[in-house]
């Protein structure tokens, strides 16, 4: 038996999941605290910010779940 179609688009949560789990990874805990700020979708990606104490992070997570992490200081 054949499954066909394809798979829904990645919603909200879903990004924010993957961002926070590749901000984990990226961190490694040195990153301190950090708060999630603003989700929002731009085009066929998801930009997901966090705040931390010293600097703000933007993961960009891309429909096929692919992520990167960029810093900026505050």
Sequence with gaps: ??????AA???AREARDI?????????KGRCGTLAWNN????NMRWLV???GQRQKF??????DGNSNVTIWDK
Excluded at 1 to 6: F, L, R, S, Y
């Design 49 to 51: 910010d966090f705040d």
């Design 19 to 27: 961002a926070h789990t590749r901000l984990d990874k990226y961190c």
């Design 39 to 42: 989700t929002q979708k731009l």
């Design 9 to 11: 688009p990645m919603n």
């Design 58 to 63: 933007t993961v960009i997570v891309e429909e």
């Design 1 to 6: 038996m054949a499954v066909t179609g394809c």
